[in-house]
């Protein structure tokens, strides 16, 4: 089974789902998957698709990079943790050490993005450091 077949569902859920610029390409035995996405929504139902397919991610042989299209520097974002602050980091990464928290449900702005994974941003109150995108929402 090649690259393509094995991951026909998570295209096929790209396409259903309205991402624009959808680019899939093989290299190297590696599928890159590309585009943007039209909310936060369908970045995550992205990935749970993933991992119904490779539930550990260990094949290692899948690239994804989906943006959300409207997570665009300068934008506002709400915090969407589940009830607890979320951490703002020095840096791009859970190893980096924390240096403010943003309040959950607050609004925050989006500086610039590191990666798929950390944004940027700086709260109303001047913190400003790295944070997890998942727990964003685009306002």
Same mark, same amino acid.
């Given at each position: 089974?090649?690259?393509?077949?094995?991951?026909?569902?998570?295209? #096929? &859920? @790209?396409? @259903? &789902?309205?991402?624009?610029?959808?680019?899939?390409?093989?290299? #190297?035995? +590696?599928?890159?998957?590309?585009? %943007? @996405?039209? &909310?936060?929504?369908?970045? $995550?139902?992205? /990935?749970?698709?993933?991992?119904?397919? $490779?539930?550990?991610?260990? =094949?290692? $042989?899948?690239?994804? !990079?989906?943006?959300? &299209? !409207?997570? +665009?520097?300068?934008?506002?974002?709400? +915090?969407?943790?589940?009830?607890?602050?979320?951490?703002?980091?020095?840096?791009?990464?859970?190893?980096?050490?924390?240096?403010?928290?943003?309040?959950?449900?607050?609004?925050?702005?989006?500086? =610039?993005?590191?990666?798929?994974? /950390? /944004?940027?941003?700086?709260? $109303?109150?001047? @913190? %400003?450091?790295?944070?997890?995108?998942?727990?964003?929402?685009?306002?």
């Amino acid at each position: 089974m090649g690259l393509q077949d094995k991951y026909k569902p998570l295209v #096929d &859920s @790209a396409n @259903a &789902s309205g991402v624009k610029n959808l680019q899939v390409r093989e290299q #190297d035995n +590696v599928l890159y998957i590309d585009g %943007e @996405a039209p &909310s936060g929504a369908v970045k $995550d139902q992205l /990935w749970a698709t993933y991992d119904q397919i $490779d539930p550990d991610y260990r =094949s290692a $042989d899948l690239v994804m !990079n989906i943006n959300v &299209s !409207n997570m +665009v520097a300068g934008a506002k974002a709400k +915090v969407t943790t589940q009830t607890s602050n979320l951490n703002i980091r020095k840096g791009p990464g859970t190893d980096q050490p924390i240096v403010g928290k943003a309040a959950h449900n607050e609004i925050v702005t989006l500086v =610039s993005k590191s990666n798929d994974q /950390w /944004w940027l941003i700086r709260t $109303d109150g001047g @913190a %400003e450091g790295y944070v997890y995108a998942q727990y964003l929402s685009v306002q």
